[in-house]
């Protein structure tokens, strides 16, 4: 059977749109067919039905109410799928034929903006990237709020890849060349291979303030939303560029390992220290705070002015409620102004973006009040926006949410409309008094005046009073089951008079409510940057309240790699335990005393202690004050951790592999300037390998790099190494012995912990007492044969020197130059002498 000319037109449609879900508009419908339709059906759980033809040739399709539709769409971009959105284009009463259809916006993961899944608290970044000699550049946009970026990435493609997952991009635009270099992994986040020949025919990029080896990126991602959203993009904001030397870099397994955004038990925020900060009472501000969390700061200059903000609004308790309790006040201006440049900003929209900017006075004035040089500044960035909110004085204190059915612009704004709106109400009102009237003259008291599209007014009568009516005055119009409608001439003339007046009146105020949303687009990079005013002063005003709260302090920073920290705290541990104790520890490393070792049993707080001095790092360095009693710091370039360890399945790696890949990232990538957290290196191989990886490490970090380092272990030999690494110093988390039971102190010391204490948390853990007993036993038998043997890995003899073949291999040992090996290199080296020795 020949397609019918409907399906000739989708037909072509979806040729253009063959890797998407096209919803066809049909009437108050959007229509899928064929596979659209089958796959649609199930993963929306929609019935199937059928159209055209017999047996076979029937079409499968399936529908969705347009009212309804974003739920769908919403639930179908979660799975990762694209949704291709085509209108009729065409008024269905002016048009002879099909009405023209085309798709006006392809929608994707990384360019949904709105739904159930949008966090309105978080970015969704749509991103591209393309290869360069010694790395990637990545540009990034989230279209809902127009903020755009451009980086370098340094690296391999799992670098690119660990980028992506920190900034939690939802797609990825690349090449076709690059596409063959990802990872399976990496390649599940493209949905679009965008050729750069495609990217420079279109104008489409803006001025790009970074380097030019980042414009292809830039190019290829504005050539990408142009394609797809078909809609001004009025709001897309200059490329900023982030200069890696101006921040903090913190990869995406050492932010994971701190907790800085998402737990990692279960992905959750809370316990994390974005949970912890995250007191903003704007969605802007949330935002805001979880892009500083990425990318701390390191400059000196911009974290102290900061600083100053923070300070000024701590010594300013009745400002700080006031701005805080104003800024409650304040919608989400940035994606506010997305939807006007889209198109899509509802009445609703334009009114909360006047009620927005009617607070700006009142927050200046309110910054004016604390006499402070840094808040005075501060408030001279707020834009009032004059002109904006003198154009939405034009629309009505309490929009409905469409925009379409009348009561967007007040009364008094126009005068033709308000002579159409007193017809109409008059209009109204005499058909009120109508109803009245007839009930008089028939006796009915039930008779009633109602409306419908199709009929009109007419006058409703039950048949139980139809021997009332005045049948010689009334016109029947339409008969029901239990009621007869009838109409006069009177009332027909009133009804096309109010009709009229309605139609006119609904045309014209969406004429003026357009009018006004467009004009407002002319002011949207005004508004962008007061945007980005206030969510800053939202963040500053929540780090006053947690310093407060929390009783942090401004930290001091050096120009030395110094870091002395007295009595600091684990911000988020302190928060968890509520009332409890938290026991403070200091830290503090100097230039020639900058590593740690750090020994002392399970659960005495090694690891705790390790990333409260990297969280108070952090804090500083994002302009935030610290838990401590003081705080001395370096401006630190990098924080590298190796915390805990997993299996990577997917790409079938095991604990240990996944630890040394960390490892040689970090001192790979690591400098004088970085910050490098290692705990218990070697767990996952034998005892001697993994001893001799930690002291290779540890005397590479101490000889090579020279980076502050906290390197906590099991392994008590190491602590020999104090001897002979000047920088390094022995501390170990106290614990002690009551009653044959451990008790934590959580107290950090000079000096190497004496014993592990494995079995007596083996035994808090309610182990069986035959297995506690039986262990017990074997340790006094371990210790008293250690004793009789060499302590430190240097010392231990695993051969007979009388072995020829056994001389050859500890003569390669002596030989071997462990400052110029990596961690990987010596695990090899290992590796080929226990084959010869194996093989021998």
Not at 33 to 41: N, P, Q, R, V
Not at 676 to 705: C, K, N, P, V, W
Request: some cysteine; glycine content about 4%.
């Amino acid at each position: 059977m020949a397609p019918t000319p409907m399906m000739q037109q989708y037909f072509q449609v979806k040729s253009e749109y063959v890797d998407a879900f096209l919803f066809f508009r049909l009437g108050d419908f959007y229509e899928l067919f064929y596979d659209d339709a089958i796959h649609a059906s199930q993963i929306l759980e929609i019935t199937l039905t059928s159209r055209g033809g017999t047996g076979d040739d029937r079409i499968p399709m399936c529908g969705v109410p347009h009212h309804a539709a974003k739920n769908y769409i919403d639930q179908l971009i979660l799975k990762g799928h694209k949704v291709a959105i085509c209108e009729q284009v065409e008024d269905p009463k002016l048009t002879k034929g099909v009405v023209k259809r085309e798709v006006v916006r392809l929608i994707t993961p990384g360019t949904h903006t709105e739904g159930k899944s949008v966090d309105s608290k978080s970015n969704v970044f749509l991103a591209a990237a393309d290869e360069l000699s010694n790395g990637f550049a990545l540009s990034y946009i989230d279209i809902s709020t127009g903020e755009s970026t451009a980086t370098y990435i340094v690296g391999t493609e799992k670098a690119l890849l660990q980028e992506l997952r920190s900034l939690s991009i939802r797609e990825l635009v690349v090449s076709e060349q690059l596409f063959v270099l990802l990872t399976e992994e990496e390649q599940d986040l493209v949905l679009s291979i965008e050729t750069m020949e495609e990217a420079l025919k279109a104008n489409t990029l803006l001025t790009v303030n970074c380097p030019e080896d980042l414009h292809t990126s830039c190019h290829r991602l504005m050539t990408y939303i142009a394609r797809t959203q078909k809609q001004s993009l009025d709001h897309i904001q200059v490329f900023s560029y982030k200069e890696n030397n101006q921040l903090l870099s913190i990869d995406f397994h050492s932010k994971r390992n701190l907790e800085l955004l998402q737990s990692i038990r279960g992905n959750e925020t809370k316990g994390t220290l974005l949970w912890l900060l995250d007191e903003t009472v704007t969605a802007m501000g949330s935002r805001k705070l979880k892009q500083w969390l990425h990318q701390p700061l390191a400059n000196k200059q911009m974290i102290e002015e900061r600083q100053e903000l923070v300070a000024a609004l701590i010594d300013h308790y009745f400002v700080r409620v006031e701005l805080q309790g104003l800024l409650k006040e304040v919608y989400d201006l940035e994606r506010l102004s997305g939807r006007i440049a889209f198109g899509s900003a509802s009445g609703r929209d334009l009114a909360q973006l006047r009620s927005s900017l009617e607070k700006v006075p009142m927050l200046v004035e309110e910054l004016a009040k604390s006499d402070n040089p840094a808040l005075l500044e501060f408030s001279g960035k707020l834009d009032r926006c004059t002109e904006v909110c003198e154009l939405l004085q034009a629309i009505s204190e309490n929009p409905p949410l469409s925009s379409k059915e009348g009561g967007v612009i007040r009364d008094g704004f126009h005068e033709r409309l308000d002579e159409f709106r007193d017809a109409s109400r008059n209009g109204k009102d005499w058909i009120a008094q109508l109803e009245q009237k007839e009930r008089k003259l028939t006796g009915i008291k039930s008779l009633k005046i109602g409306y419908n599209r199709i009929f009109g007014y007419y006058i409703e009568i039950s048949k139980a009073n139809m021997h009332l009516a005045d049948l010689e005055r009334y016109d029947r119009k339409q008969t029901l089951a239990n009621a007869e409608r009838y109409t006069t001439p009177e009332l027909k003339e009133k009804e096309a008079l109010i009709l009229t007046a309605e139609e006119e009146s609904l045309t014209l105020e969406y004429e003026l409510f357009v009018t006004i949303r467009d004009e407002v687009k002319q002011y949207i990079s005004r508004i962008q940057r007061l945007a980005s005013s206030l969510s800053g002063l939202d963040v500053f005003l929540s780090f006053a309240n947690i310093a407060e709260k929390y009783r942090f302090v401004k930290p001091v920073f050096n120009d030395s790699t110094e870091i002395s920290i007295i009595e600091g705290r684990h911000p988020v541990v302190e928060k968890m335990l509520n009332k409890q104790h938290y026991v403070p520890n200091n830290c503090v490393l100097a230039e020639d005393a900058n590593m740690l070792l750090i020994t002392g049993p399970n659960m005495s707080g090694k690891s705790t202690y390790m990333r409260q001095v990297a969280l108070t790092i952090v804090l500083a360095q994002i302009g935030s004050y610290v838990p401590a009693e003081s705080a001395n710091l370096p401006i630190v370039d990098q924080i590298f951790t190796r915390i805990g360890a997993a299996d990577d399945l997917v790409s079938g790696q095991s604990t240990f592999m996944v630890e040394m890949l960390e490892s040689q990232y970090a001192i790979t990538h690591a400098t004088k300037n970085s910050l490098l957290l290692f705990d218990e290196i070697g767990r996952g191989t034998s005892t001697y390998d993994g001893m001799a990886l930690a002291q290779s490490m540890i005397e590479y970090i101490h000889r090579e790099i020279g980076a502050n380092t906290l390197f906590s272990t099991h392994y008590h030999e190491l602590t020999a190494l104090e001897k002979s690494l000047e920088k390094l110093h022995n501390v170990h988390v106290a614990a002690m012995e009551q009653s044959g039971k451990v008790v934590f102190l959580h107290k950090v010391k000079k000096g190497p912990a004496d014993k592990s204490y494995g079995i007596h948390v083996a035994e808090l853990a309610n182990l069986p007492e035959p297995i506690l007993k039986r262990a017990r036993e074997l340790l006094k038998t371990f210790e008293k044969d250690k004793k009789q043997q060499p302590a430190t890995i240097e010392q231990l003899s695993f051969f007979d020197e009388t072995d020829t073949k056994k001389d050859e291999i500890l003569q390669t040992i002596k030989d071997v130059q462990v400052s110029a090996m990596t961690p990987l290199q010596a695990l090899q080296m290992i590796n080929d002498l226990q084959e010869k020795l194996t093989n021998q």
